[in-house]
């Protein structure tokens, strides 16, 4: 029951970072966040810096990703940016994993 | 008293001195070379390790180093001092003998390495914001120069800024698609800045053989490589390896390849192809593509072992945790391991009777023997990435 809160709390104010400070997890399980986490800071960061503020690749921290959809960022993860070196994931992101890694970086990322 | 207080004063100045300088310090170490010292970067702690390459075995780490991911160094022509530019824009001179950091300035908001001029005189950070380069003293990492890369769109970030002969520094404008020359021969300011044009589509990392004579940038927007003879008068650059794809779809690139490793092997250079499970041979007179062989996954580093027999390739994410070895003459790979999850980075000793091996998520670091492949060492480091030897020091373009 409190899980359903937590979700319904997530649709409703995905874009507000104060809520509980708790972490979203809907789609993953803990062990599978960790993994991306570590992906995004790591392996993303190896464009768009490990604090996410941006190298070859634009900064993408939480303050400057501000206003985007969750499922926008989702997509850019899943498709890669046509026309720059930003990479389509898909073969190796699940849906759930894409989602996963944009509530993140629009709740911390950069932090 | 005058003179007590005189012996006194003489006394406490240099006290300073000596403290400021670090003097008292290193005379409290025993006496050694740094020849075969070396450091490894721990990116995500903003630390590095100060290494033996001898005893394989860490000396000391050293902390503070800022935001250290993609991190890179340049050695002094003592071999004492590492200057290691942070992607934060930090560039910091550590003292390898006394283990401690010598000098730091926050010289921009974001970079990508440097280099050092062939005199040991100027240090050069090659900047994404503000895109260009910036030259400082070696000896106080005072600003000496500050070439803003401008362009009709802005300020370009600059990648592949590499020493040549002659006090010169040559880097490539990634958004403009130039390549610059910066000739400090004749004093630091003005420096002479030749420019380039219309090399190709996003040059992603560059290259000075060597001998200091071909700086080659690979483009990431095009397949092929512009190449520039720095021996022609004037210079200027050509196409190389045109279409080397030839129109085949592309897999999608995790990381970008590196060209500072593509060393000769033999007559024939090798190197990493962008989006492709392949590294290409080609003819160091000619420059034309002699042969390419089919890899375990996208190359990251194509090194050559330094007496070219042999070239050791690490690849992207998904697929970084193995190692192939190709042997130069026949282009067959010869040997394939994995020495364990994420394998970012492998330097030579000197004479390459060695290999160090970072193997980030093992936070290790794994010493072979260059000919058995034998294992002779493994040395714990935090996420460890870039390793960098001080035999550098004495390589043009390294």
Redesign the interface.
């Known amino acids: 029951m409190s899980r359903l809160w937590v979700a319904a709390g997530c649709v409703l104010c995905w874009s507000a970072t104060s809520w509980a400070g708790e972490r979203w997890s809907g789609t993953v399980d803990p062990a599978r966040a960790a993994a991306l986490e570590?992906?995004v800071?790591?392996?993303c960061?190896?464009?768009h810096?490990?604090?996410l503020?941006?190298?070859?690749g634009p900064d993408i921290r939480a303050a400057t990703l501000k206003g985007s959809s969750p499922k926008a960022i989702k997509e850019i993860i899943l498709d890669?940016v046509p026309g720059t070196?930003m990479?389509?994931?898909r073969?190796?992101l699940s849906e759930g994993d894409a989602e996963w890694i944009a509530h993140y970086l629009l709740q911390e990322g950069g932090r | 008293m005058r003179v007590l207080l005189k012996a006194l004063l003489v006394l406490s100045m240099a006290l300073i001195a000596a403290s400021a300088t670090g003097v008292l310090r290193a005379s409290q170490l025993a006496l050694r070379g740094t020849g075969d010292l070396g450091i490894v970067i721990e990116?995500?702690t903003g630390s590095l390790l100060i290494v033996d390459t001898t005893g394989r075995k860490t000396l000391s780490r050293v902390e503070g180093l800022g935001?250290l991911?993609?991190a890179s160094a340049v050695f002094s022509r003592d071999e004492r001092y590492a200057f290691v530019f942070g992607?934060?824009g930090g560039l910091t001179k550590v003292d390898l003998l006394t283990g401690t950091i010598a000098g730091r300035v926050v010289q921009a908001g974001?970079s990508?390495g440097g280099a050092i001029s062939d005199d040991g005189t100027l240090v050069a950070v090659s900047n994404?914001?503000p895109g260009g380069v910036r030259v400082f003293d070696a000896a106080t990492l005072a600003l000496v120069a500050d070439i803003p890369a401008a362009w009709p769109g802005g300020l370009s970030?600059t990648?592949g800024l590499v020493d040549a002969p002659g006090r010169r520094f040559v880097f490539t404008l990634?958004d403009a698609g130039e390549t610059w020359i910066a000739d400090f021969s004749n004093g630091a300011a003005p420096c002479i800045i030749t420019k380039l044009e219309g090399i190709g589509a996003?040059p992603?990392d560059a290259l000075i053989t060597a001998d200091g004579r071909y700086y080659v940038a690979g483009l990431?927007g095009e397949d092929g490589l512009s190449l520039v003879d720095l021996w022609d008068d004037p210079v200027k650059p050509r196409r190389i390896l045109d279409n080397y794809g030839r129109g085949e779809a592309k897999l999608?690139?995790?990381?970008?390849p590196h060209l500072e490793g593509w060393a000769l092997a033999g007559d024939r250079f090798v190197l990493p192809a962008v989006g492709r499970h392949e590294v290409l041979f080609v003819d160091a007179r000619s420059f034309a593509e002699v042969a390419r062989t089919s890899v375990h996954g996208q190359p990251v580093f194509a090194v050559a072992r330094p007496d070219g027999r042999h070239v050791w390739v690490n690849f992207a994410?998904?697929r970084n945790d193995t190692i192939q070895v190709i042997d130069s003459r026949s282009a067959e790979v010869v040997k394939e391991w994995r020495p364990g999850p994420?394998v970012l980075h492998m330097e030579f000793t000197a004479r390459g009777h060695e290999v160090w091996v970072s193997v980030?998520?093992a936070n290790a670091v794994q010493v072979y023997d260059a000919r058995t492949f034998e294992k002779k060492a493994e040395i714990a480091a935090t996420?460890p990435s870039g390793i960098f030897f001080t035999s550098r020091a004495h390589r043009t373009g390294l």
Not at chain 2, 252 to 256: A, G
Request: with cysteine; proline share 10%.
């Open positions: 570590r992906l800071l790591q392996d960061g190896s464009c810096g490990m604090t503020k941006g190298g070859l890669g070196p990479p389509p994931w073969s190796l | 990116r995500a935001d991911s993609h992607r934060d974001n990508i994404y914001e970030k990648i990634w996003n992603y990431y999608p690139v995790y990381k970008m994410h998904p994420a980030r998520d996420s």
